[in-house]
């Protein structure tokens, strides 16, 4: 699933999520994805976090970022880039 948000400078950048399913046991999961700008280029560095936590990853050269061992639950998860305005999912 890729999110696109847009700032007012028309700078566009993209946060995609994929969680993987969690079994009845399991309290904990992992997180991954990728960050992108408008044209589909992948932004190395990028920071995704998970807001109100010390969780966080920074993106490799291709933009792929995971998360693990994250509580089972719903949050938010924010990329942000110098130069581009932060996205929220």
Do not use: C, H, W
């Not at 399913?21 to 992992?30: D, E, I, N, R, S």
């Not at 990853?57 to 990329?79: E, M, Q």
């Amino acid at each position: 699933m890729t999110y696109r948000v847009r700032n007012v400078f028309g700078q566009l950048l993209a946060l995609s999520l994929a969680a993987l399913p969690l079994a009845a046991q399991q309290t904990t999961g992992k997180v991954e994805g990728s960050v992108t700008d408008a044209s589909g280029g992948a932004l190395a560095n990028a920071q995704v976090v998970i807001v109100g936590t010390s969780f966080g990853a920074v993106t490799d050269a291709k933009g792929y970022y995971f998360l693990n061992n994250i509580p089972v639950g719903s949050f938010t998860l924010r990329a942000q880039f110098i130069g581009y305005a932060p996205s929220e999912i």
